[in-house]
């Protein structure tokens, strides 16, 4: 049973509009959320994390929002630049209850068309 | 460039050789981790090393048999392997265990077993 849902397996947008990357979680011990992006023939890369104790955190162009109550997380790309073009994971820890190594979601590829 | 270093890029084996995959990095992370990656499925989990001393084994069949030579190196020692196998494998590591610390992955090694 997958405890991260990435339900939307691709998405696809317009260079300058906004991304919105999905993520779902059924384990209510989870407390910290990441999410990665991977570019084809590479590993995955760290792009943003967040704490259950936050509901937003902001790094340039992304932004993730956490809804605890509706174990739902977001992740908002603006602009979207073609670059940005990549598969994303979602991961999901615990720090306490023994799944304090991330569990990753299916992904989502993201298409910027330009 | 990445900051974990996988060998080799592509291996090709038979299902009664030996070959083992190896990881490198110099970022002083303490854990490091091996994951398998099948295409459109999130990586799977094998074992972590904290400290040099494996941690977890999640359940992996014996014909993949991890090491750890020192700090900043992780093998994968691999013998007997079924076509099933053939995957992605993906290194990584992070500052500790704890599932708040991003983990910094290699650009994997794409297995083939004929």
């Known amino acids: 049973d997958q405890q991260v849902k990435q339900n939307s397996p691709s998405l696809s947008v317009q260079e300058g509009r906004i991304s919105i990357l999905n993520c779902d979680y059924t384990n209510s011990m989870f407390d910290y959320f990441l999410w990665y992006k991977k570019y084809p023939a590479e590993g995955p890369t760290f792009l943003i994390s967040?704490?259950?104790?936050?509901d937003k955190n902001e790094d340039g162009r992304f932004t993730v929002f956490l809804n605890k109550s509706a174990k739902h997380l977001s992740l908002h790309i603006v602009p979207s630049q073609p670059g940005d073009s990549a598969v994303y994971f979602c991961a999901a820890s615990a720090s306490t209850g023994g799944s304090y190594i991330p569990t990753f979601g299916r992904g989502t590829s993201l298409i910027v068309h330009p | 460039d990445t900051e974990v270093t996988q060998t080799p890029k592509h291996l090709v084996m038979g299902m009664t050789n030996k070959k083992s995959l190896k990881c490198e990095q110099h970022?002083?992370?303490?854990?490091m981790y091996w994951y398998k990656q099948k295409a459109k499925k999130p990586p799977e989990l094998m074992f972590v090393?904290?400290?040099?001393?494996?941690?977890i084994n999640e359940s992996v069949p014996s014909r993949f048999s991890p090491e750890c030579p020192n700090s900043s190196l992780l093998n994968l020692h691999l013998h007997a392997l079924q076509p099933e196998d053939s995957a992605l494998y993906l290194c990584a590591s992070s500052h500790s265990e704890q599932g708040n610390q991003p983990q910094h992955f290699g650009d994997g090694t794409r297995l083939s077993i004929l």
């Open positions: 090393y904290s400290y040099e001393k494996l941690s």
């Open positions: 967040i704490s259950s104790i936050k």
């Open positions: 970022m002083g992370h303490r854990a």
